[in-house]
């Protein structure tokens, strides 16, 4: 346990970022998934609508410091090409 008051912050802060990293990393993979599940459906409407949703999404999480700019960018990338392909 932290035995400076430094280190009992450095805790609390850790505890709360990662609290904060989790919601957003389960959110990231659901969106991914949606995507991946009407691709599966071939319906390319629906498809289509949550593309729009995951990349809005992905590129929100970069702005938050989520996920770097290159890693969305490469998400995104990969699912539009997946989308296109339809």
Known sequence: ????????????????KTERNRFYKTRI???????????ET???DKAVEAMKTANKYLHHCVSKGILKKANASRKVSRLQVKVNAL
């Not at 346990?1 to 709360?16: D, F, P």
Request: charged share 30%; hydrophobic share 45%.
């Open 29 to 39: 993979k659901n969106v991914v998934k949606n995507v991946l599940a009407a691709i």
């Open 1 to 16: 346990m932290a035995n400076h008051k430094s280190a009992e912050k450095r805790a609390r802060q850790t505890g709360i």
């Open 42 to 44: 071939a319906d390319k």
